[in-house]
């Protein structure tokens, strides 16, 4: 059994050049929703000035329609973001920093130990309204300014998430440059919080599947993917990014590892999406489902 | 360390819908030489009444310069074929077969039981010119027509190969279908053969990496590539095909594992044939490597 964590309404719509209009993002998300996942990534309560393509967050959140054993999550850069996210009814959110000092900097004009300073009342304020706090971890292995992360890094920012109280630690291959051997290194180590990580691969190397299949070997069993491999590379323009939703299902599915979501019904969302932004996601199974009769 | 055996020059163009001029092969193929490949496969002796894209296979083969230490492999369907590839000098060849009877009914118009039989005195014929054989068996796993093969049809054919004196065989997974357990399944069961297994997968369900790793992982080492992903998948058009170099030489480059191929050589060699194709190709490390500054 794994779990798997479908991004691609933030993660992947964030990325794309236009704005895609709300009731096409509900639509998206509620055909995702119908497919079974337990855990929707929603959308982002970042400055519009930074993200303009999810300044439609509230009206997005608003809409969204509940569904058994269904918890949608925003993101959330401060507090004022964690307002936002509770005035709209989320039980969960997810807060970002990074591995690499360079990334921290660059991606959210703070360091690594600012982020955790101003993370710690935030998830404690979380805890006591009931909403549990998920911590993405980027530039987990590679950095487009700082190149390899040494795993000291990576692991001390894991765990002073943990020691905070959040729930689920993921750590992202941002640019999409790691191999196994190098997943297996630092999951090695993070072995005792196993139950704590996700998994976050991008495809950008065509390694994301290998990786995912080095860190089930290892018995960790949650992944982020995003529903037609959607939001591309930000460090590579017109390179993949996320881990398609349709691959890693499809591979699972095909090992007889229970997901509980319908890769149909996956692939039928995105495909509409496709329609409306005009061009070909880069889910290779998505794009084999298409041309099979 | 592993050895990459390089099918674009055939098993990519072979499924070019337009013909690609003998110039532009035989520069791609010398490319592809210099980036230090052991293994070429250069052109097929099929009839050109099936293949036209490989009609000049006589013109490209007289051609091919030669380079210490690298190996040119021509595919041939019969003992003419063998005659053909014999009076161009290749000192190693390729037979084809199938694991699943439907497929080799319809690609070959022969059981498989009739192929092997063609192949014995072939075989026979090719050693006593010190001519090397490698055998591919298409469908091990999935087969367009029959669905999932029974693996002791893949492993009959295999042994059958190996038998009659065959150096490798290549077990390819022709729809791009199997997953790593699958693979397991098959290569447990191959185990004592495991040095004359190659493996030929496909990318069409963006698995092919997951696979390639799980048979490193268990002692296989020889993998069938192709540069920039060339080939598409004629089972389902539009879709990925063969496993791609740069996808394959990154992961195992990146772990430490020689592969004596130079990434950049190959993804240069690519991208020059993808300008003349006036496409994008498959890889992902391709496309990754174009889009970097």
Redesign the interface.
Same mark, same amino acid.
Not at 95 to 123: D, G, Y
Not at 191 to 207: M, N, P, V, W
């Given at each position: 059994m794994i779990r798997l964590v479908e991004v691609g309404p933030r993660d992947g719509l964030q990325n794309e050049k236009d704005i895609v209009p709300v009731e096409v993002k509900l639509q998206f998300i509620e055909a995702l929703a119908q497919a079974g996942y337990q855990e929707i990534e929603a959308t982002s309560f970042v400055s519009p000035r930074w993200i303009p393509q999810l300044a439609d967050a509230e009206e997005v959140s608003h809409q969204l329609k509940p569904h058994d054993g269904l918890t949608y999550t925003a993101l959330i850069p401060n507090r004022k973001g964690l307002q936002r996210a509770l005035e709209c009814g989320y039980r969960r959110v997810a807060v970002f920093t990074a591995a690499s000092e360079a990334f921290s900097q660059k991606n959210t004009n703070r360091t690594i130990s600012e982020s955790l300073q101003e993370f710690a009342p935030l998830v404690e304020e979380a805890r006591k309204a009931e909403v549990s706090v998920r911590g993405y971890v980027s530039t987990a292995w590679h950095c487009p300014y700082a190149g390899r992360i040494d795993l000291k890094e990576t692991i001390h920012v894991t765990e002073a998430l943990i020691a905070m109280g959040i729930e689920e630690v993921s750590l992202g291959d941002t640019v999409?440059?790691a191999?196994?051997?190098?997943v297996e290194l630092l999951l090695e180590q993070l072995h005792h919080h196993r139950e704590k990580i996700a998994l976050h691969f991008h495809?950008?190397?065509?390694? *994301?599947? &290998?990786n995912?299949?080095?860190a089930y070997q290892m018995g960790y069993t949650v992944f982020d993917c995003s529903a037609g491999g959607l939001g591309g590379?930000p460090? *590579?323009?017109? *390179?993949?990014g996320n881990l &398609?939703s349709e691959?890693i299902l499809?591979?699972f599915e095909?090992?007889?590892v229970p997901t509980g979501v319908d890769l149909q019904k996956v692939a039928a969302a995105s495909s509409q999406l496709a329609t409306h932004l005009n061009r070909k996601l880069p889910?290779?199974?998505l794009?084999?489902l298409? *041309?099979?009769p």
């Amino acid at each position: 059994m794994i779990r798997l964590v479908e991004v691609g309404p933030r993660d992947g719509l964030q990325n794309e050049k236009d704005i895609v209009p709300v009731e096409v993002k509900l639509q998206f998300i509620e055909a995702l929703a119908q497919a079974g996942y337990q855990e929707i990534e929603a959308t982002s309560f970042v400055s519009p000035r930074w993200i303009p393509q999810l300044a439609d967050a509230e009206e997005v959140s608003h809409q969204l329609k509940p569904h058994d054993g269904l918890t949608y999550t925003a993101l959330i850069p401060n507090r004022k973001g964690l307002q936002r996210a509770l005035e709209c009814g989320y039980r969960r959110v997810a807060v970002f920093t990074a591995a690499s000092e360079a990334f921290s900097q660059k991606n959210t004009n703070r360091t690594i130990s600012e982020s955790l300073q101003e993370f710690a009342p935030l998830v404690e304020e979380a805890r006591k309204a009931e909403v549990s706090v998920r911590g993405y971890v980027s530039t987990a292995w590679h950095c487009p300014y700082a190149g390899r992360i040494d795993l000291k890094e990576t692991i001390h920012v894991t765990e002073a998430l943990i020691a905070m109280g959040i729930e689920e630690v993921s750590l992202g291959d941002t640019v999409g440059l790691a191999v196994p051997s190098e997943v297996e290194l630092l999951l090695e180590q993070l072995h005792h919080h196993r139950e704590k990580i996700a998994l976050h691969f991008h495809d950008t190397s065509g390694t *994301a599947l &290998a990786n995912v299949l080095r860190a089930y070997q290892m018995g960790y069993t949650v992944f982020d993917c995003s529903a037609g491999g959607l939001g591309g590379c930000p460090y *590579a323009p017109g *390179a993949s990014g996320n881990l &398609a939703s349709e691959d890693i299902l499809y591979m699972f599915e095909q090992m007889g590892v229970p997901t509980g979501v319908d890769l149909q019904k996956v692939a039928a969302a995105s495909s509409q999406l496709a329609t409306h932004l005009n061009r070909k996601l880069p889910s290779r199974t998505l794009a084999r489902l298409l *041309a099979t009769p």
